[in-house]
T-cell receptor, first 113, second 113 residues
């Protein structure tokens, strides 16, 4: 059981370049999330999708777009990367019940130079 | 809006000593509370969670936490620290349904031999 799979694991971008982080889950979960992790800041929510066909902004959405492609997949796009977007990105999923566990991917390390 | 405060960004204990990581939350409604652990260069793994019922919750690796509504706290403890417990620990709160987790800023636990 793969759980939540993110690609790529590592990426270096130049300022202004674009890229998409891919995320897929095989647990038939309704809800999916993108967080970023920065030193001393914990995890901050970028965007989430409560169910297929819906997306909502989180705490730090500026500079990002998302697509809930289907129930399994939730991608995060950086249209014009900036050094401030250097971070570790985590995708997560859950079945939407509040007390149930949210499962995380292994993370994607992104550096913007 | 809910929030989470973790007291102490870095805690250092001796091997065999008590581990106490503090977490306080603010929420207008009874929350669901979670502790996650992150080992270096890995994703987040659920340690334990409080949903309803018994306020003392036992998790993996000998950790436990107690939900104290009157103190709005959910502190994480382990009677005897092991070297393998060295990691970053995150407390998180969730209100209901499909709402995302809101994380504290994390506490890095170091275990000294």
């Amino acid at each position: 059981n793969a759980g939540v799979t993110q690609t790529p694991k590592f990426q270096v971008l130049k300022t202004g370049q674009s890229m998409t982080l891919q995320c897929a889950q095989d647990m038939n979960h309704n809800s999916m999330y993108w967080y970023r992790q920065d030193p001393g800041m914990g995890l901050r929510l970028i965007y989430y999708s409560a169910s297929e066909g819906t997306t909502d902004k989180g705490e730090v959405p500026n500079g990002y777009n998302v697509s809930r492609l289907n129930k399994r997949e939730f991608s995060l796009r950086l249209e014009s990367a900036a050094p401030s977007q250097t971070s570790v990105y985590f995708c997560a999923s859950s079945d939407g019940q509040a007390g149930n566990t949210i499962y995380f991917g292994e993370g994607s390390w992104l550096t913007v130079v | 809006a809910q929030s989470v405060t973790q007291l102490g960004s870095h805690v250092s204990v001796s091997e065999g000593a008590l581990v106490l990581l503090r977490c306080n939350y603010s929420s207008s409604v009874p929350p669901y509370l979670f502790w996650y652990v992150q080992y270096p260069n890995q994703g987040l793994q659920l340690l334990l969670k409080y949903t309803t019922g018994a306020t003392l919750v036992k998790g993996i690796n000998g950790f436990e936490a107690e939900f104290k509504k009157s103190e709005t706290s959910f502190h994480l403890t382990k009677p005897s620290a092991h070297m393998s417990d060295a990691a970053e620990y995150f407390c998180a709160v969730r209100l209901s349904g499909n709402t995302p987790l809101v994380f504290g800023k994390g506490t890095r636990l170091s275990v000294i031999a």
